[in-house]
């Protein structure tokens, strides 16, 4: 059995060290974790709202779960290359991930903000991994993280400034 890992292992000569595709591989199954966990919060509140933004928010959050459903392939797939098993199990994904999952069903705009913390919380993740994909000439895995911050970011811009629509409604 060992023998087996150790020659799937030898058979990767890709140039970029065992040590450095361990690395990568371990912060990409962060990744993962934690996209998956923000997949299923979003998917929840997709079922779960209620309000006067039913609509909006059931729409809005359904293109969100999944734009996050689709990504979390590529990433797997990008552990899979480097050489490892990819995670993929409820209890790895709450061991590696640094989204916590929600208790209940918050209001809606409760929601909109923790799915806010949620992508920025990848984008932490993501970030972290970089430099060391950087230093180790990964390009593939730069170029996942590069798309996967790009979106993260760009919506937790557009749920901030739902966010702040409301804040507005409420002074007038
Ligand atoms: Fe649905």
């Not at 199990?89 to 923790?114: C, D």
Request: some cysteine.
């Amino acid at each position: 059995m060992l023998k087996k890992k150790k020659a799937a292992v030898a058979a990767i000569d890709n140039g970029i060290s065992i040590k450095d595709r361990t690395r990568i591989a371990t912060g990409l199954s962060r990744v993962l974790a934690d996209t998956y966990t923000l997949y299923l919060m979003t998917h929840n509140f997709h079922w779960n709202v209620t309000g006067p933004m039913f609509n909006t928010l059931h729409v809005m959050f359904m293109t969100q779960y999944t734009e996050l459903w689709n990504a979390v392939d590529p990433i797997a797939e990008r552990i899979r290359a480097l050489g490892f098993p990819a995670p993929g199990t409820y209890a790895e994904f709450g061991t590696l991930s640094s989204i916590k999952e929600v208790a209940g069903v918050p209001k809606a705009m409760e929601m909109v903000a923790l799915l806010v913390k949620g992508h920025e919380t990848v984008a932490r993740t993501a970030r972290a991994l970089l430099p060391a994909a950087d230093a180790a000439n990964d390009q593939p895995t730069m170029d996942l993280l590069t798309q996967r911050l790009d979106i993260h970011e760009k919506t937790a811009w557009m749920l901030r400034s739902l966010l702040k629509l409301r804040a507005a409604a409420l002074r007038c």
